[in-house]
């Protein structure tokens, strides 16, 4: 039974945050990173790249949750241990890659 609630929850987050980093990866205008922000066309040097750079990341962070909900059907002690390091490494680092990504392509003053 908790395999099945564990893939019911874990199953539909991680195609979230893969369809997240597929949008980001194909967006013709700048990925932003936080709901709400918004970053201009004008100010990112390649946008192509950018959005790239932004989709790999979210692909990178959807596929700790992959890798989590994969272990967590066999073993929900591995799942949860994976789950856990991931959120814990992973949420912190989302922003500072992102903050790094930005710099990257961001036109010059």
Not at 32 to 59: C, H, K, Q, T
Not at 81 to 92: K, T
Request: glycine letters at 12%; charged letters at 15%; a positive charge.
């Amino acid at each position: 039974m908790g395999n099945t609630v564990w893939l019911i929850i874990m199953i539909p987050v991680s195609l979230l945050f893969t369809g997240i980093g597929i949008y980001a990866w194909r967006r013709r205008e700048p990925m932003w990173f936080w709901s709400g922000s918004s970053v201009n066309r004008s100010e990112i040097s390649d946008i192509p790249a950018y959005n790239r750079a932004n989709g790999i990341m979210w692909l990178g962070f959807a596929l700790v949750m992959w890798i989590s909900t994969i272990l967590g059907a066999m073993s929900m002690k591995a799942g949860g241990i994976i789950l856990a390091a991931g959120c814990l490494i992973g949420v912190p680092v989302l922003p500072i890659v992102y903050g790094k990504i930005y710099r990257r392509y961001k036109k010059a003053a």
